[in-house]
Structures are given as structure tokens and as C-alpha cells.
């Protein structure tokens, strides 16, 4: 009896601890999954920004699409993208730097005027293009992250801070079961004794 009461004891302190500990970090997971939800709903307002503005640059490159095959290609080269990397609520996420591009040399003369702003034009598109690249590679990871620590916090709230308190309940209650049915077994065993010492004498 007495190894019993003693299992279930630890099993209380064991259960409580761990109790205590999701009571305690649920605010945070809960906090952090408030700041992944508005840092998600920021990305997408600028994937659909950088969409818009993408568009408007084909708009404007078709318009001189006449003029494109007399244009060289090969004058404008992306050379290199520079990356970064940004915590958002603790989740790693790409972050586009710069876009270096290298322009050919070409002469002034013997090209047509409006190269120059086909140049610019060009290196808007491919400015833009790598951005709306990144930032859905940036909403994926941030919307993948808000995802688990939505799941997270469901888990906590829903299954394992209910499941411990259910289980708390449970042992309590065998532990007053236990302590009275002792109590009861001693009375019992007294009025036994007191009995038997009356009858002796």
C-alpha cells in the first residue's frame, strides 16, 4: 500500500512540473505564432506589390516590343545577387541584399538612342523578378513555420495541458480514496483491538 501511495505521489510532482512547464511557454508559442500570422500577411501584401509591378514593367516592355530585335541581350547580365539572412520570430528566412549587374559596353554612336532605357528596363524587370522570387521563398518558409506553431499551440491547448490536468484529477482523487480506505482500515483495526481487550477482561 505504502509503495503505491508513494508511486502515485511522484507521478503528482511529475505531472504538475510538466503542467506548469506548457502553462508557462504557451504564451510564448502563442505570441510567436501571432507575430508569424502578421509577418505572413506583410509578405503576401508585398509578393502581390511586386507582382503588380512586374506586370506594369511587361506592360512596358511590350509596348517597345517592335523595337526589341534590334536590341542586344547579351549587354545586360545579372553578376551577382547578394543574400542575407533575417530572423522573424525566430525562424531563419532569406534576405535579398542587392542585385549586381554587369552592362557590356556598347557604343553611343552606332546604337540606337533608346538603348539606355532599354538597359534600365531590363534591369528593372530582373531587379523585380529576383525580389518576387525571394519574397515567395520568404512566405513559404514563414507561412510553413506559422503552420507548426499553429499546430503547437492547438497541441497544448487542446490535448496535452488538458490531458494533464484530467490525469492530475485522476490521481488526486485515488490518493484521497486511498488515504480514507487507510483511515477507515485503522479505525476498524482499533474498534477490533478495543473489542478484544474489552472481552479479555
Known sequence: MAIKFQYNKTSLQQLEKQLKIRLRTLPIIKNKESALRLEVKRCKTEA??????LEQQIQAYEAMFALW??????????????????KIAG???PLLEEVDFEIRPFSFFCSPKWYADGIHLLKGLAQTAIEREFTLAKLG????ARKKTTQKVNLFEKVQIPGYQDALRK?????EDEENL???????????????????V
Do not use: T, W, Y
Not at 502581390?48 to 509591378?53: D, G, I, M, S, Y
Not at 490521481?171 to 490518493?175: L, T, V
Open 69 to 86: 530585335n534590334e536590341f542586344d541581350a547579351s549587354l545586360v547580365k545579372v553578376k551577382d545577387v547578394h543574400l542575407g539572412v533575417r
Open 91 to 93: 525562424v531563419r528566412v
Open 171 to 175: 490521481i488526486k482523487r485515488f490518493m
Open 182 to 200: 487507510s483511515k477507515s482500515s485503522q479505525k476498524i483495526l482499533k474498534s477490533i483491538q478495543e473489542k478484544r481487550k474489552e472481552a479479555e
Open 141 to 144: 518558409l514563414l507561412e510553413h
Open 48 to 53: 502581390v506589390e511586386l507582382e503588380e509591378r
